[in-house]
């Protein structure tokens, strides 16, 4: 499916992601490594963190491959296992939909960033207008959707979370995507921001 997505537009998705990054990032859920391959050259080294086992090793499979130095480790966005301010940077992609305490996943992204550091994110969000709104709000609702993928909840608004978490958003952009020709298309954030004062 990663695959698929990447041909339809999500491969120029991630390179917009990555674009202009330097010094040492971290990662967080970084599911089969699909972003490796878009680092460019300024990162010294990426550290990501991955917890489901199978993803974790298809993320060690790609990084043997990618152009610049990764690191691939167990972990949990919620609790990362590094000193404050160690990082550059920390890049999250279509993963804080996932992750079951958004808003503690995002206070430890913060944490762990320095002062001057970045936020990258690209994540899927709540839709603004209905009735895609409500569909998406009753999947969740209901658990049927987390429940078929994975704990994917269509109705979170990461944006505001991120703002909340004491970030400062200096790039936001909305993109409506369709990662197949049958599936329905879905609003993405892309953005960068930074650790608020």
Same mark, same amino acid.
């Given at each position: 499916?990663?695959?698929?997505?990447?041909?339809?537009?999500?491969?120029?998705?991630?390179?917009?992601?990555?674009?202009?990054?330097?010094?040492?990032?971290?990662?967080?859920?970084?599911?089969?490594?699909?972003?490796?391959?878009?680092?460019?050259?300024?990162?010294?080294?990426?550290?990501?963190?991955?917890?489901?086992?199978?993803?974790?090793?298809?993320?060690?499979?790609?990084?043997?491959?990618?152009?610049?130095?990764?690191?691939?480790?167990?972990?949990?966005?919620?609790?990362?296992?590094?000193?404050?301010?160690?990082?550059?940077?920390?890049?999250?992609?279509?993963?804080?939909?996932?992750?079951?305490?958004?808003?503690?996943?995002?206070?430890?992204?913060?944490?762990?960033?320095?002062?001057?550091?970045?936020?990258?994110?690209?994540?899927?969000? %709540?839709?603004?207008?209905?009735?895609?709104?409500?569909?998406?709000?009753?999947?969740?609702?209901?658990?049927?959707?987390?429940?078929?993928?994975?704990?994917?909840?269509?109705?979170?608004?990461?944006?505001?979370?991120?703002?909340?978490?004491?970030?400062? %958003?200096?790039?936001?952009?909305?993109?409506?995507?369709?990662?197949?020709?049958?599936?329905?298309?879905?609003?993405?954030?892309?953005?960068?921001?930074?650790?608020?004062?």
């Amino acid at each position: 499916m990663a695959a698929r997505a990447d041909r339809r537009g999500a491969a120029e998705h991630r390179q917009r992601l990555l674009r202009g990054l330097a010094g040492r990032v971290v990662e967080v859920g970084a599911g089969h490594g699909g972003n490796f391959a878009h680092y460019p050259p300024t990162v010294t080294e990426v550290v990501a963190v991955e917890p489901e086992p199978t993803l974790r090793g298809l993320a060690e499979a790609a990084a043997k491959t990618a152009a610049v130095a990764v690191t691939v480790i167990a972990g949990l966005a919620e609790d990362l296992p590094f000193a404050d301010g160690e990082f550059d940077a920390a890049v999250v992609s279509l993963v804080l939909c996932s992750v079951p305490d958004q808003a503690k996943a995002l206070r430890e992204l913060r944490r762990v960033l320095h002062a001057q550091g970045e936020l990258r994110f690209y994540e899927h969000v %709540i839709p603004r207008k209905q009735p895609k709104r409500a569909l998406f709000q009753m999947a969740d609702r209901s658990g049927a959707w987390p429940a078929l993928a994975a704990g994917c909840h269509l109705s979170r608004d990461t944006g505001a979370a991120i703002a909340a978490a004491g970030f400062v %958003i200096e790039r936001l952009d909305r993109i409506e995507f369709r990662s197949a020709a049958l599936e329905p298309r879905l609003p993405y954030i892309l953005g960068t921001a930074r650790p608020g004062g």
